[in-house]
């Protein structure tokens, strides 16, 4: 069976730090796309962070130079290391990767359709 866990969500104050971990199971995370995602409560769930299979990265606009993602393949394991947190960070975090194919996404890397094994969420929340 393949799965993800999403762990290391919590709650901190605005110009904080957390960093989130995903351990996939059942699978291999080289050569794979992957990605975190994130989903506050009334909107739409949306690409935060992306490292490719060719481990090229992407940010979304609002998390560059805050954000970094990072992983170990040897670990099977995910990071979203976050910094200089604000209020809207907080969310529901998801980490995704594409199971079906070892494949470059490219431009579509932070589009939760290319994406086909998703991880359960952690919460993460940020007051000021």
């Known amino acids: 069976q393949v799965q993800l866990d999403e762990s290391g969500g919590g709650s901190v104050q605005a110009g904080g730090s957390l960093r989130l971990s995903c351990a996939a199971s059942?699978?291999?995370?080289?050569?794979?796309?992957l990605g975190w995602f994130r989903q506050a409560p009334g909107k739409e769930r949306w690409g935060v962070a992306s490292?490719?299979?060719?481990?090229?990265?992407r940010f979304a606009d609002s998390v560059k130079g805050r954000f970094t993602i990072t992983k170990v393949n040897a670990k099977n394991t995910l990071y979203l290391q976050m910094n200089s947190m604000k209020p809207e960070d907080t969310a529901v975090y998801y980490c995704?990767?594409?199971?079906?194919?070892?494949?470059?996404?490219?431009?579509?890397?932070?589009?939760?359709?290319?994406?086909?094994?998703w991880g359960q969420g952690t919460q993460v929340t940020v007051s000021s």
């Open positions: 490292i490719d299979s060719d481990g090229s990265t």
């Open positions: 059942g699978f291999s995370y080289s050569g794979r796309p």
């Open positions: 995704a990767a594409v199971y079906s194919v070892r494949s470059r996404l490219g431009a579509s890397a932070l589009t939760p359709s290319q994406y086909d094994t």
